[in-house]
């Protein structure tokens, strides 16, 4: 957590006190981020720091090689990425299309960050079915966690746990796992059900938007004299 914000500001700055400044603010940032992201997605925080920090020096390596390189680099870069996100709208077209019901990588990562996306293609009946399934099972979940910290409370704290108690506990923590699979699968149910109503228009589209982003005049940039 020192080494990374030190080198960030190495890359950036040729004094020590521009080193510094640069540092303290690069490891400020990134540590609200990764803090961010862990209570955010209720991710570990030690790992979640650890991937921010590895994030933000490669992000500061790629800003450096960005501001360094010349115009045919830059250029070179961009149609790249263009191709690069091209292909990877076409795939997901075309997956969305042949197999619906299977896992959208895409799409799962576009609602996992904004979850508002779903009613762009949930019914008014799939929105509400999708929202008090999650529901349940957040509840479930907060249940089970509840029924963990009583436990862990409990032996902390040197009391002893009979046998029934053990057993009900256990049996609690089970069903309300089972509970939250359940919701879990209703909540995969209506998501395929949906994407599959909406499979050809949306993969269609999709097919547009990766022509429209694909440069199709790809031998230029790397050809100096058209520069």
Same mark, same amino acid.
């Given at each position: ?8 500001? @190495?890359?950036? =700055?040729?004094?020590? !006190? ?25 991710? !570990? ?40 996100? *091209?292909?990877?709208? =076409? ?7 042949? *197999?619906?019901?299977?896992?959208? !990588? ?5 609602? +996992?960050?904004?979850? !508002? ?27 089970? #966690?509840?029924?963990? #910290?009583?436990? &862990?409370? %409990?032996?902390?704290?040197?009391? =002893? ?6 057993? %009900? ?6 069903? +309300? ?8 699968? @209703?909540?995969?149910? @209506?998501?395929? %059900?949906?994407?599959? &109503?909406? %499979? ?9 938007? *990766?022509?429209?982003? *694909? ?11 058209? =520069?």
């Amino acid at each position: 957590f020192l080494i990374i914000p030190a080198t960030i500001g @190495v890359i950036f =700055a040729s004094s020590a !006190p521009r080193q510094l400044a640069v540092g303290w603010v690069a490891g400020t940032l990134t540590s609200a981020v990764g803090l961010a992201a862990s209570f955010a997605m209720d991710l !570990p925080t030690g790992a979640a720091m650890v991937c921010a920090f590895g994030g933000a020096l490669a992000l500061a390596g790629i800003l450096k090689y960005v501001l360094r390189a010349d115009r045919f680099a830059l250029r070179t870069a961009m149609v790249a990425a263009r191709w690069i996100g *091209a292909a990877v709208i =076409a795939l997901s077209a075309i997956q969305l299309a042949v *197999a619906p019901r299977q896992d959208q !990588p895409l799409f799962d990562m576009l609602e +996992y960050a904004a979850p !508002p996306l779903r009613s762009l293609y949930f019914s008014k009946v799939e929105s509400a079915t999708y929202r008090d399934s999650d529901e349940y099972a957040e509840r479930h979940r907060l249940a089970a #966690e509840q029924l963990i #910290e009583l436990e &862990r409370r %409990r032996r902390t704290e040197g009391e =002893a746990l009979d046998d029934l108690e053990v057993r %009900r506990i256990s049996s609690f923590l089970k069903s +309300y796992g089972e509970m939250r699979k359940g919701e879990q699968f @209703v909540m995969g149910e @209506v998501r395929a %059900r949906a994407r599959e &109503r909406i %499979r050809w228009g949306a993969s269609l589209s999709l097919l547009a938007l *990766a022509l429209l982003l *694909a440069p199709l005049s790809w031998g230029r940039p790397w050809s100096r004299s058209a =520069a």
